[in-house]
């Protein structure tokens, strides 16, 4: 099990992406914190790393930039279907 597979829905249990954009909206307004995520999404410490990499983007693209590229990614969109192209729509590193 991988987080970026998992919000990507290749693999159980999925990260729905309404869900995750809303927690990470509520992320950033500070009515939530990492551990609340952490905990709703079942994020395993394996897991972790990369959801700090998508959570620390959030300092520089907009919740809906981020939900706007989940939901492409959730309909299979042409470009957003493989973790590298995901990381590249965010911005994230991919080493």
Sequence with gaps: ???????????????????????????????????????????????EADFDAVRLRLGLLSVTELHDVLLLVNTGAAGYTTEAAFKAKLGILVL
């Design 1 to 47: 099990m991988g987080f970026y597979q998992r919000l990507l829905r290749t693999e159980e249990p999925r990260i729905e992406s309404h869900a995750f954009a809303a927690a990470c909206a509520e992320l950033t307004r500070g009515k939530l914190t990492r551990a609340d995520l952490v905990a709703h999404f079942a994020i395993t410490p394996a897991e």
